[in-house]
């Protein structure tokens, strides 16, 4: 009897260990294809188990880079905790950081659906983030109270959102954790009261708790903000610009720090007026210069331009141009300025720009395309006390050409282009004196198609050790960039970089 029993044990051992065997064959062996497939992912318990444990269970059948970011998750689970479905969306890098591609997986009723893209031309995946890593969301993830949450919650199925680096909307109910504080557990009432914190409009790493008919962007949601990693690299500066403006209740705003603050422009309404009529809705980002200190605005067709020297707090209108030197004689179209604002509001301007090197350094270049009086209007204007005072300099070019483009590498050496349309390219100017006296250019472009000659502009000019660096540049096709080199001691030969 012993022997038999002795004999049953051995088989079921054997049973036991060939079905251990086979599952771990199996883990090893199966690996999730593009489209869809039969998946049993068990009973897994977001609550006890964590975020990290979920995605080392999809690399075990996927092939993962180490490096990963997550960009989406849409967790449904149950009021236990017990995982119904998910949406999981990662981007993968290798050691450097370079990206691989982004990896999708969608889980639902014993089916896992799984696409790849790997990174390139046609699919450009965003460059690797420490905010999004999964190591470091898992530790915020594990910090946040969902379950104790969830039984403040009347319902039986719930979901939990993540979509990367959020732009918190400003005033909006969340539970703040920044600075490592504690998430409090609040009813909805308490959360709906901001007893939890208030959204102050800035980027964040931000988790979000709904019932299971909630949207991710949906108002039914407690918004977690976590603390973050790497607050360089919170906001993607692929999607914002760092310098930008708003029009928000007759008020403009102006930001430097990628929409992150905005401080308001004090101009007078009939130059908030003027601003409209000239630009519309749509302000060039050479017109306005933004800094932590010095914030400059050229608002209309007018030589003026409105100036702050701590930042944004106040705000004073300076005139450029003398009576004597305006560029139109009022009365000689009429004696009500509204009349002389509609005409002069309506002429076309090939570039405004204004631009500080430094607290105290900057300058202001206008051109005008117009057809009345005496042509073209190119002008320069040059500060060297913080804009409290202004030199006006002519620029180079005949009345027919337009300012197309301007670029200081320090208060005394520039360069300009103007052009006219029926000029076949540019022309280009130098300076070394800023802007008393102008010498031409001769840039050799070499043997491209006369097309990239065409609406040619200085895009950039510095000083890069002995020598200086000017980039030039076409609206048509901004890619098509020239580069060229001169010596700082010798502004009259320039060699262009070869391709």
């Given at each position: 009897m012993k022997r038999f029993l002795s004999f049953v044990i051995c088989i079921m051992l054997l049973l036991c260990f060939s079905s251990c065997l086979h599952k771990s064959q199996r883990s090893l062996s199966f690996q999730f294809k593009e489209g869809n497939q039969y998946f049993e992912l068990g009973k897994?318990?977001?609550?006890?188990?964590?975020?990290?444990?979920?995605?080392?269970?999809?690399?075990?059948?996927?092939?993962?880079?180490?490096?990963?970011?997550?960009?989406?998750?849409?967790?449904?689970?149950?009021?236990?905790g017990d995982i119904n479905s998910f949406n999981i969306i990662l981007t993968g890098y290798n050691q450097d950081n370079n990206p691989v591609g982004q990896y999708d997986f969608k889980y639902n009723d014993k089916t896992m659906s799984y696409d790849f893209y790997p990174n390139n031309d046609e699919f450009n995946v965003n460059e690797y983030n420490p905010n999004t890593d999964i190591e470091f969301l898992n530790s915020e993830f594990k910090r946040i109270p969902f379950e104790q949450q969830i039984a403040f919650l009347n319902t039986n199925n719930y979901c939990i959102y993540f979509s990367g680096i959020s732009k918190i909307q400003e005033g909006i109910s969340t539970i703040d954790g920044r600075n490592s504080k504690n998430f409090p557990t609040l009813t909805l009432e308490e959360y709906n009261s901001f007893i939890g914190g208030v959204g102050d409009g800035k980027h964040a790493i931000c988790f979000k708790l709904g019932d299971e008919t909630s949207s991710e962007a949906g108002e039914n949601l407690i918004r977690y903000i976590c603390n973050s990693k790497d607050q360089d690299t919170l906001i993607n500066k692929n999607e914002y610009s760092q310098k930008t403006f708003k029009i928000l209740n007759n008020l403009l705003l102006f930001s430097y720090d990628y929409s992150q603050s905005w401080f308001k422009c004090d101009l007078a309404k009939y130059d908030f007026e003027k601003m409209i009529n000239f630009?519309?809705?749509?302000?060039?980002?050479?017109?306005?210069?933004?800094?932590?200190?010095?914030?400059?605005?050229?608002?209309?067709?007018?030589?003026?331009?409105?100036l702050s020297n701590n930042n944004g707090q106040n705000w004073k209108k300076i005139n450029l141009l003398t009576n004597e030197q305006q560029i139109v004689d009022s009365n000689s179209f009429s004696n009500d300025p509204m009349i002389v604002d509609n005409i002069l509001s309506g002429l076309g301007n090939s570039l405004r720009k204004v631009e500080f090197l430094n607290d105290n350094e900057g300058y202001v270049a206008i051109g005008t395309d117009w057809s009345m009086g005496n042509g073209g209007f190119k002008a320069l204007f040059t500060t060297n006390d913080s804009g409290n005072s202004w030199n006006k300099y002519n620029l180079p070019g005949e009345d027919n050409q337009l300012l197309t483009g301007i670029s200081f590498a320090d208060i005394k050496h520039a360069v300009v282009s103007v052009q006219a349309q029926s000029d076949e390219k540019p022309s280009f100017y130098y300076t070394k004196d800023g802007g008393k006296t102008w010498e031409n250019i001769n840039l050799q472009f070499g043997d491209e198609i006369p097309e990239k000659y065409m609406f040619s502009y200085v895009s950039s000019f510095e000083l890069n050790n002995s020598d200086f660096v000017l980039k030039i540049k076409q609206?048509?096709?901004?890619?098509?960039?020239?580069?060229?080199?001169?010596?700082?001691?010798?502004?009259?030969?320039?060699?262009k970089k070869s391709s």
């Amino acid at each position: 009897m012993k022997r038999f029993l002795s004999f049953v044990i051995c088989i079921m051992l054997l049973l036991c260990f060939s079905s251990c065997l086979h599952k771990s064959q199996r883990s090893l062996s199966f690996q999730f294809k593009e489209g869809n497939q039969y998946f049993e992912l068990g009973k897994y318990n977001i609550f006890k188990q964590d975020l990290a444990e979920l995605i080392n269970v999809i690399k075990t059948y996927s092939n993962l880079p180490d490096k990963l970011n997550l960009k989406i998750l849409e967790i449904n689970i149950n009021k236990n905790g017990d995982i119904n479905s998910f949406n999981i969306i990662l981007t993968g890098y290798n050691q450097d950081n370079n990206p691989v591609g982004q990896y999708d997986f969608k889980y639902n009723d014993k089916t896992m659906s799984y696409d790849f893209y790997p990174n390139n031309d046609e699919f450009n995946v965003n460059e690797y983030n420490p905010n999004t890593d999964i190591e470091f969301l898992n530790s915020e993830f594990k910090r946040i109270p969902f379950e104790q949450q969830i039984a403040f919650l009347n319902t039986n199925n719930y979901c939990i959102y993540f979509s990367g680096i959020s732009k918190i909307q400003e005033g909006i109910s969340t539970i703040d954790g920044r600075n490592s504080k504690n998430f409090p557990t609040l009813t909805l009432e308490e959360y709906n009261s901001f007893i939890g914190g208030v959204g102050d409009g800035k980027h964040a790493i931000c988790f979000k708790l709904g019932d299971e008919t909630s949207s991710e962007a949906g108002e039914n949601l407690i918004r977690y903000i976590c603390n973050s990693k790497d607050q360089d690299t919170l906001i993607n500066k692929n999607e914002y610009s760092q310098k930008t403006f708003k029009i928000l209740n007759n008020l403009l705003l102006f930001s430097y720090d990628y929409s992150q603050s905005w401080f308001k422009c004090d101009l007078a309404k009939y130059d908030f007026e003027k601003m409209i009529n000239f630009y519309g809705d749509s302000i060039p980002s050479t017109s306005y210069y933004l800094s932590s200190t010095i914030n400059a605005f050229i608002y209309s067709w007018e030589p003026a331009i409105y100036l702050s020297n701590n930042n944004g707090q106040n705000w004073k209108k300076i005139n450029l141009l003398t009576n004597e030197q305006q560029i139109v004689d009022s009365n000689s179209f009429s004696n009500d300025p509204m009349i002389v604002d509609n005409i002069l509001s309506g002429l076309g301007n090939s570039l405004r720009k204004v631009e500080f090197l430094n607290d105290n350094e900057g300058y202001v270049a206008i051109g005008t395309d117009w057809s009345m009086g005496n042509g073209g209007f190119k002008a320069l204007f040059t500060t060297n006390d913080s804009g409290n005072s202004w030199n006006k300099y002519n620029l180079p070019g005949e009345d027919n050409q337009l300012l197309t483009g301007i670029s200081f590498a320090d208060i005394k050496h520039a360069v300009v282009s103007v052009q006219a349309q029926s000029d076949e390219k540019p022309s280009f100017y130098y300076t070394k004196d800023g802007g008393k006296t102008w010498e031409n250019i001769n840039l050799q472009f070499g043997d491209e198609i006369p097309e990239k000659y065409m609406f040619s502009y200085v895009s950039s000019f510095e000083l890069n050790n002995s020598d200086f660096v000017l980039k030039i540049k076409q609206d048509s096709k901004p890619e098509a960039e020239f580069i060229f080199y001169s010596n700082k001691n010798n502004l009259t030969k320039w060699t262009k970089k070869s391709s």
